[in-house]
């Protein structure tokens, strides 16, 4: 499957292509389609809710997060308790350097 970074690399802000909100994309489903979409590690809301946001508004095929920290250090990603669904494609964590040479090869 091909590798998309999220919004196609625009800046996440609460009001602009903010993981946890879907309204505020600005790529259509179809960008995610049977991809691999690779974002990096943010504050805004929890891995889980990311995922669920992407399976339910496209066909996405795994989520990478990027870690945004420590260059080499990648820990387990914490779900939330409180949301009745589980994500159903695989979601993994990636460290700051894994990240960054993904977004090498996707810039190039």
Known sequence: AALVMFENGRNMSVDSSNPCDVSTWHEEPSFYADKVVLLWYNEY????????????????????????????????????????????????????FGG????????T
């Open 100 to 107: 960054v040479l993904l977004d090498y090869v996707l810039e």
């Open 45 to 96: 809301c929890n891995a889980e809710h990311w995922t669920l946001n992407l399976q339910q508004y496209s066909t996405v095929r795994a989520v990478l997060v990027a870690n945004d920290q420590d260059l080499t250090h990648v820990y387990a990603l914490a779900g939330d308790s409180d949301t009745e669904l589980e994500p159903s494609v695989p979601t993994r964590l990636l460290s700051e």
